[in-house]
């Protein structure tokens, strides 16, 4: 009933409205005390009472929690940290509390499995025309309104219907077909971290990539401990706003933030992708600020992605993020110093092509997922000799 409601208050909302729409669902319906008390405590990270009664096969124990007193535990995983009494699941859905044990029920049994493009993650300066081995397990520490993957990200392992790959299965099936990388994607990794690690540590050995699709919104010693085995990220930086980040994903920017700065220390090349959501992230003064921030912070050669919209989930209400505004924000962002600036999820234009920072001409060609290396020589430009940055070879 908790979850129900929690949709409810999310359905057809932009941020402008939410907060009113929220208070009049809460005096329309008459909620008891309790049933408010359940929805705040469940927002914390806590579905009471939801483990299963017995582990499957596709269970480990967690690698980054405390023991507390009463059986309880403390998930250290991101920054949600979880509270869980015995009996009791995370908010996250995939990890569970047995005897003062905590467990992921997301380890070799992935939701979904695909050879991609390197593209499609997107990853526009790594690897370029490769391929990459992508799976997903069920579960997500994000709750965000507009998800193109919901029915997987905001599920139980229980309720998708899953594939038996253990990490050295995930490994052989990369190599056999061909992929230089393996991709944990599609929901979001951090919540099967455990099945991640192993599967990137396995990858290293057999000099398969790793790349992490991710909502950045990872603790620091997992973070760096996954760090060692990663070879490149896309970061998806949903808002230049705590109150956004809050009212529309549940997450925190200042965790996001903190990857990124993290992953540059570790030397993990990474790109940043900005979904703009119509009357939620479509401020342009905001991409300014993010923008700023980017370059002075993380540094102009990372590539920023403005992916377009398009209504799905809670927000099938809303328009598709006009292209005019898109365009508006690259050149923002082109305006404010960065290097690299795409427009995804808008086909037939030019705005997934690379070219030169410095004599502008065009290095990279993409139609769709097809990519020529025009103007591009190990790394440099072919014309005027500009290092390009990015993980080339």
């Known amino acids: 009933m908790v979850e129900n409601f929690r ?9 402008r409205s939410f907060i009113k729409k929220a208070a009049i669902g809460l005096a329309g319906l008459s909620l008891s005390a309790y049933i408010i008390n359940r929805i705040l405590k469940n927002r914390a990270g806590v579905f009471e009472n939801q483990s299963p009664e017995q582990l499957w096969k596709w269970s480990k124990e967690v690698y980054n ?30 990890k569970v509390n047995i005897d003062g044990v905590f467990y992921t029920l997301a380890y070799g049994n992935p939701c979904a499995v695909h050879v991609d493009p390197i593209e499609k993650k997107p990853l526009l300066h790594f690897l370029p025309s490769t391929t990459s081995f992508s799976i997903a397990a069920a579960g997500c520490t994000y ?89 490149a990220a896309n970061i998806d930086l949903k808002s230049f706003k705590e109150d956004t980040y809050r009212e529309y994903c549940s997450g925190k920017l200042q965790t996001v933030l903190d990857t990124l700065k993290t992953l540059k220390e570790e030397k993990v090349w990474f790109e940043v992708t900005n979904l703009v959501v119509p009357s939620w992230t479509d401020d342009i003064n ?41 365009e508006q924000a690259r050149q923002t962002a082109m305006d404010e110093g960065l290097d690299y600036v795409y427009i995804g999820n808008v086909p037939g234009t030019d705005y997934a092509n690379t070219y030169c920072p410095k004599c502008e001409k065009l290095i990279i060609q993409r139609v769709g997922y097809t990519t020529g290396l025009v103007g591009l020589q190990d790394g440099f430009c072919k014309f005027c000799g500009q290092k390009i940055s990015g993980v080339w070879k």
């Open 7 to 15: 949709h409810l208050l999310y359905k057809k909302v932009t941020r």
């Open 143 to 231: 709750r965000c309104l507009g998800c193109q993957n919901w029915e997987i990200s905001q599920s139980r392992p229980e309720d998708t219907q899953n594939m038996d790959m253990m990490p050295e299965a995930v490994v052989a099936n990369a190599l056999k077909s061909n992929c230089a990388s393996i991709a944990y994607t599609y929901s979001e990794p951090s919540a099967f971290y455990e099945y991640m690690l192993d599967t990137s540590r396995l990858a290293r050995q057999k000099n398969v990539k790793n790349v992490w699709v991710t909502n950045g919104s990872l603790n620091e010693k997992p973070l760096k401990d996954l760090c060692k085995v990663l070879d």
């Open 65 to 94: 929690y405390k023991k507390l007193t009463g059986n309880a535990v403390q998930c250290m995983t991101c920054p949600n940290q979880c509270v869980l009494k015995q009996g009791d699941r995370s908010w996250c859905r995939n």
């Open 286 to 326: 905001m991409i300014r600020d993010m923008c700023r921030w980017l370059v002075s912070n993380i540094g102009k050669d990372y590539p920023l992605h403005f992916s377009r919209f398009s209504p799905l989930y809670k927000l099938t209400h809303l328009p598709q993020t006009p292209i005019r505004f898109l």
